[in-house]
């Protein structure tokens, strides 16, 4: 029960409304997961961004001068990192900041291995928190922070990461991909998609809870709920409980009622005027926006002046 996820559940079980941070989510079998709905058909951003940065990585290229160094926040996909390093001038540095080691050693080999001369130093840390980056060489800092992870933070700790990115990155710039408001529908269906994915991703946050923890949470007894929050602009995910239970968790029992929901999630979606306004407050100058011809995500180019 020391594990900060422990710790966490506890609290936010024993509070009312009961929401945890969706950081619990990425266990190995969540990560599994989350890859799969990158797949899934009705889970537009993977494909739609990885389409943005096909288009338009000759003119991040462009802004971003020759070897300069790339700095990714997280446990991005090899996928998106690799249509800018090959569209960049001689790319000096690949700084990959994630809070698992493993992830980061397997990127880094297979990195090394397909751009000759490119030094890859990835760093295991929190990017949430302060880190401190090895000194800068002599091309420009790009930090890039895909997939719209930025919509899962609350606004305050949106604010405070990209006042954070702002400072880190001085003189160089931030590639960030947000995902935009739209047709409410296509939200929807985007969280709850026909093959389960997303419920089972959703889910396995109790059942993670059950294996590293010992609780006692009955899967079947929990009902997925996603929906979009029009005033809010963001996706909320809930698990609500179909009949009432009392589960143990670490020593501690708690009677939840039917009906009764954990808060697992939001994801908050942007207007490029909106995400530009946020970016400028955390002290960077917005450059370009680039979107796809649907207007459903978009990838923003911000100088860290
Ligand atoms: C990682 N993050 C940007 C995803 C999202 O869309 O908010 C996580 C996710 N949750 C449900 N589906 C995907």
Redesign the pocket.
């Known amino acids: 029960m020391t594990t900060g996820f422990g710790r966490d559940l506890v609290a936010a079980l024993a509070a009312q409304p009961r929401s945890i941070s969706?950081k619990y989510f990425y266990d190995a079998e969540g990560s599994r997961l989350?890859d799969r709905?990158c797949e899934l058909p009705e889970?537009y951003?993977t494909r739609t961004e990885l389409g943005i940065l096909q288009r338009h990585a000759g003119e991040m290229g462009a802004l971003a001068g020759p070897g300069c160094e790339i700095v990714e926040f997280g446990a991005g996909s090899l996928r998106k990192v690799r249509l800018l390093l090959q569209a960049f001038e001689a790319p000096a540095r690949y700084v990959p900041i994630d809070i698992s080691g493993e992830y980061l050693r397997d990127a880094a080999a297979v990195l090394r291995r397909e751009f000759a001369g490119l030094d890859v130093q990835p760093l295991v840390a929190d990017y949430t928190q302060a880190v401190a980056l090895p000194p800068a060489g002599k091309g420009r800092r790009i930090g890039f922070f895909p997939?719209?992870?930025l919509?899962?933070f609350t606004p305050e700790e949106a604010l405070a990461f990209l006042q954070g990115a702002a400072r880190l990155l001085q003189g160089g710039a931030l590639i960030l991909g947000a995902?935009l408001v739209k047709d409410p529908n296509v939200l929807h269906a985007a969280?709850n998609d026909g093959a389960g994915v997303?419920a089972a991703?959703n889910l396995n946050l109790l059942a993670r809870a059950n294996r590293e923890l010992g609780a006692n949470f009955q899967l079947a007894n929990y009902a997925h709920y996603a929906f979009y929050n029009a005033p809010l602009a963001r996706?909320e995910?809930h698990l609500v409980a179909r009949e009432k239970q009392v589960v143990a968790v670490g020593g501690e029992r708690f009677a939840i009622a039917e009906g009764e929901a954990l808060h697992t999630?939001n994801?908050y979606k942007f207007t490029i005027a909106g995400l530009r306004d946020l970016a400028s407050r955390a002290g960077f100058r917005p450059g370009p926006a680039w979107t796809d011809p649907e207007r459903l995500f978009s990838v923003h180019w911000l100088h860290a002046p």
Do not use: A
Request: charged share 10%.
């Open positions: 969706p989350f709905i889970y951003p997939g719209s992870t919509g899962n995902d969280y997303t991703f996706i995910m999630e994801s």
